[in-house]
């Protein structure tokens, strides 16, 4: 599966449990971590959960390997790093705090439109 499969993967993934303000951020040639970080946020703690181990089942199902997901029991910020991809999994109420998309804001915003459900 490549790069850009992986991100449709987890575009999905987020989307299917209502994520909100999904965003993909193109960090190629920005930051040594990852080449994209997908950002979205849930509404409550379990929403947040269920945002992450759908991420987490849906690459495994794929073939990719977890490399690491930090922060789930707390469920305010849930990082789902699948090496290439970081899926950043906010609680509503801590998305803004860290603005993430502020931050590097001179990441490009990779057009996900189409893997959205209407």
Not at 34 to 54: L, M, P, R, T, W
Request: charged share 35%.
């Amino acid at each position: 599966m490549s790069e850009k499969q992986l991100l449709t993967t987890v575009v999905k993934a987020v989307d299917s449990k209502r994520a909100e303000d999904i965003v993909a951020l193109n960090m190629k040639g920005i930051s040594l971590i990852a080449d994209y970080f997908v950002i979205c946020h849930g509404n409550s703690d379990k929403q947040v959960q269920a945002i992450a181990k759908e991420v987490k089942d849906k690459a495994e199902e794929s073939g990719y390997e977890v490399k690491r997901m930090e922060g789930f029991d707390e469920a305010r910020w849930v990082l789902v790093d699948l090496g290439d991809i970081v899926a950043h999994v906010f609680h509503r109420d801590e998305r803004s705090y860290y603005n993430l998309e502020r931050l590097w804001g001179d990441a490009k915003t990779e057009d996900i439109k189409r893997e959205l459900q209407p």
